[in-house]
């Protein structure tokens, strides 16, 4: 297997059937963790760059031998946004110093709201995905990562400012 595919698949995840796309985004979850818990949120941000632009050069070499645009064995787009989703929550147990997998909820929200705005490809997800090309499989899932991002967040916040103002 070449490089591209072993990057694009994520070492082949993306040939699991059916729903390729979601097993890319829950073999992005313990990668997290474990990137986490070697180096913490800083890590995981430096990591999420490395990813994004690897993918990038990975689709570009995947898409060039065939006519598919965006191969549906290609998830590492799914991992970079996944981990945009989950920034917040990485985030969250960094400042308060607390064990990653306490804000549990968060992972789900991350994942589950992800996996939905990816499907679904509402308005600039919709648009990124649109182009057909490289860039566009990378941006339309950190994009998707970013609106479930903004949802974990008020979702933390609904949670937390009773809490604090009760």
Do not use: N
Request: hydrophobic residues 60%; glycine residues 12%; aromatic residues 12%.
């Amino acid at each position: 297997m070449k490089l591209a595919e072993v990057i694009g698949t994520v070492f082949g995840v993306g040939l699991l059937r059916p729903a390729s796309g979601t097993w890319g985004s829950m073999a992005a979850l313990p990668l997290a963790y474990g990137l986490f818990q070697l180096g913490g949120f800083f890590l995981v941000l430096v990591a999420l760059i490395v990813v994004f632009f690897a993918g990038w050069w990975a689709t570009i070499q995947i898409t060039t031998q065939g006519d598919d645009p965006d191969p549906s064995r290609v998830v590492i787009d799914e991992v970079a946004g996944q981990w945009v989703a989950l920034l917040p929550v990485l985030y969250g147990a960094m400042f308060a110093g607390v064990e990653v997998t306490r804000l549990w909820p968060g992972w789900i929200a991350a994942f589950v709201f992800f996996r939905l705005f990816d499907i679904w490809k509402p308005g600039p997800v919709g648009r990124a995905d649109r182009r057909h090309d490289p860039l566009g499989v990378m941006l339309d899932d950190v994009i998707a990562g970013v609106m479930a991002a903004v949802i974990v967040i008020l979702l933390a916040i609904a949670y937390h400012v009773p809490m604090i103002l009760g």
